[in-house]
Nanobody
Framework: QVQLVESGGGQVQAGDSLRLSCAASGRTVSNYAMGWFRQAPGKEREFVAA????????YSADSVKGRFTISRNKIVDTLYLQMNSLKPEDTAVYYC?????????????????WGQGTQVTVSS
């Protein structure tokens, strides 16, 4: 079984940066695709960014393209989300997820494992 634990969230001002981390344990995820999703109050959980098993292919939602970067360190089984130029509309709980195949997906139902989430709050 895979456990995913997110960290790095917090409260920041618009224009600031944050880096989220997601540490995997229990079983290696080095051959799994992984992704970040977020859920704002009263809204559905939405796709943010994803990365394939090797880390050389990524995909991001239009809303974060050019501001957020997803990456992974397979040696320590950790996923990252570098978030720059944060906006108030980025406020949400951010979740990392893993799927038991090598290529990423943008549909949350395609992911098998989820973390508990980390809160990101951006004030104007």
């Amino acid at each position: 079984q895979v456990q995913l634990v997110e960290s790095g969230g917090g409260q920041v001002q618009a224009g600031d940066s944050l880096r989220l981390s997601c540490a995997a344990s229990g079983r290696t995820v080095s051959n799994y695709a992984m992704g970040w999703f977020r859920q704002a109050p009263g809204k559905e959980r939405e796709f943010v960014a994803a990365i394939n098993w090797s880390g050389d292919r990524t995909y991001s939602a239009d809303s974060v393209k050019g501001r957020f970067t997803i990456s992974r360190n397979k040696i320590v089984d950790t996923l990252y989300l570098q978030m720059n130029s944060l906006k108030p509309e980025d406020t949400a709980v951010y979740y990392c997820a893993a799927r038991r195949v090598s290529f990423y997906a943008i549909n949350r139902d395609d992911y098998n494992y989820w973390g508990q989430g980390t809160q990101v709050t951006v004030s104007s």
